[in-house]
């Protein structure tokens, strides 16, 4: 299977896990080892200038909330826009940071914007692809809109739309003749 990194991982309903119902992950990482991403569209009930008062003397006036990366501790990270800061990039024009002074630089700027996630979404080496073979996840490709979708509950829905756009128009635009059953 060729790299899920920058892809969007969508839980089917039937997912039997709590951690991931109605979960739209971002992966950040994926190969041979496992694979690492991010919950986009879990918020926790705290803000992130609540946090960063607590690990950090910067001040940080920020109201949004804190996502909740995935059922796995560790350490804050973020997704943002700003190259000055980036540490890697996941998609064009969206990159990762973890490294403390730089986000003290992402949380106390309006230029640029950011996500602070608490906890990551983790997998073991071929533990996803078993996962997406199964048919537990929809994959898609990610954009741009998706990781600062200010709609956390709208995401879900959005992205399985367009999950099934994806699946459907080949049918429709190779098969000119054809004839919807529900017309008879």
């Keep these: 299977m060729d790299s899920l990194t920058g892809k969007l991982l969508i839980a089917i309903p039937e997912l039997g896990d709590p951690n991931f119902y109605r979960s739209v992950v971002l992966v950040l990482m994926h190969g041979a080892e496992g694979a690492t991403g991010v919950i986009l569209n879990r918020p926790s009930s705290v803000t992130v200038a609540s946090v960063w008062n607590q690990v950090s003397d910067v001040d940080c006036e920020c109201e949004d909330l804190v996502q909740m990366g995935g059922p796995v501790e560790g350490p804050l990270m973020a997704l ?12 064009p024009g969206v990159f990762l940071t973890m490294h403390r002074d730089h ?23 071929r ?11 929809l994959l898609c490709e990610a954009e741009f809109e998706h990781v600062f979708e200010s709609d956390d509950e709208k995401l879900w829905k959005v992205v399985c739309e367009h999950v099934g756009h994806d699946i459907m128009l080949p049918h429709f635009n190779h098969n000119r003749d054809f004839v919807d059953p529900g017309m008879n």
């Design 103 to 125: 986000m003290n630089q992402l949380v106390s700027q309006e230029e640029h914007e950011f996500r602070i996630f608490s906890g990551y979404s983790g997998w073991d080496s």
């Design 127 to 137: 533990q996803l692809e078993s996962e997406i073979e199964c048919g537990g996840w």
């Design 80 to 91: 943002h826009t700003s190259l000055a800061v980036a540490e890697r990039q996941i998609l």
